[in-house]
């Protein structure tokens, strides 16, 4: 699996590189490295943790307490394996499991992204603090922006629902805007359905839409294609909803 550099976990804008590099990549496969973690013993506080290191990457047995303090100190493989043993257990908060399989994700770690948004479609935001859900958007962004499948369909879909991060209107926008092929026909598509349903809909919205369906007219699938083109009269007919009410305005 190739990975793609972002850059530091704690900066709050990360840049994605072009697309023109991964075009080559299954999309659900694109990860993403934002920060390196603990890549050194001389990283460790204390030599207890060196030797709990060191076993782990023999991959001999490790305390979950011990695990959960190499996790907690930024070590993305720690992480990815406390965050297997919390989902094996099946009874930890499935907040703490999407913490510490993002904190596997902004380290690279295969398939992590993945189970973060698995069991991030699980969390009530009132449970997770400020910090560590703005820990999560960012991570679920950087993803959906370097063209991982999985994140950028949550991006849309978290949007929508505005849960757990709020609505996201310029990042679904930049991440539509970056993407081609097949996954980007797909989500121009939905989210031109999602804006079509939507009441509260602006007129900028409904021009955004020509742009979406634009796009998923490229698509080689022909139902997208003809779902999109079956689209057009219904945008036609809300932005001409909106130049009636505009011209009965007051002036």
């Known amino acids: 699996m190739r990975k793609i550099t972002i850059g530091v976990l704690s900066a709050i804008t990360l840049a994605a590189p072009a697309f023109a590099e991964t075009e080559e990549i299954a999309p659900h496969r694109i990860t993403v490295v934002m920060t390196p973690g603990i890549t050194s013993w001389l990283d460790l506080p204390s030599e207890d943790l060196v030797t709990t290191r060191r076993r782990l990457a023999q991959g001999q047995s490790v305390s979950t307490t011990r695990l959960r303090r190499l ?8 992480a990815l394996r406390y965050a297997q043993r919390l989902d094996e257990a099946g009874a930890a908060n499935p907040a703490d499991i999407a913490h510490y399989y993002g904190m596997a994700a902004a380290t690279g770690r295969g398939g992590a992204i993945m189970n973060m948004i698995r069991y991030l479609d699980q969390v009530d935001p009132a449970d ?9 958007r960012s991570i679920v962004i950087a993803y959906a922006n370097a063209g991982n499948s999985v994140a950028a369909e949550a991006l849309v879909r978290y949007h ?3 849960v757990p991060f709020g609505p996201l209107y310029d990042e679904v926008e930049i991440v539509l805007a970056r993407l081609d092929g097949e996954l980007g ?3 121009s598509l939905d989210h031109s359905v999602a804006i079509l349903q939507d009441r509260q ?3 900028q919205d409904l021009l955004n839409v020509q742009a979406y369906l634009a796009t998923a007219r490229q698509s080689t699938s022909l139902e997208t294609r003809l779902v999109a083109q079956n689209l057009e009269p219904v945008l036609q007919g809300a932005l001409a909803e909106y130049a009636r009410y505009e011209q009965g305005e007051p002036q």
């Open 71 to 78: 996790a907690d100190l930024g070590d993305g493989f720690a």
């Open 128 to 136: 997770v603090s400020p910090q560590r859900l703005a820990l999560l």
């Open 160 to 162: 929508w629902r505005q």
């Open 185 to 187: 026909a797909a989500l």
């Open 201 to 203: 809909r602006s007129k």
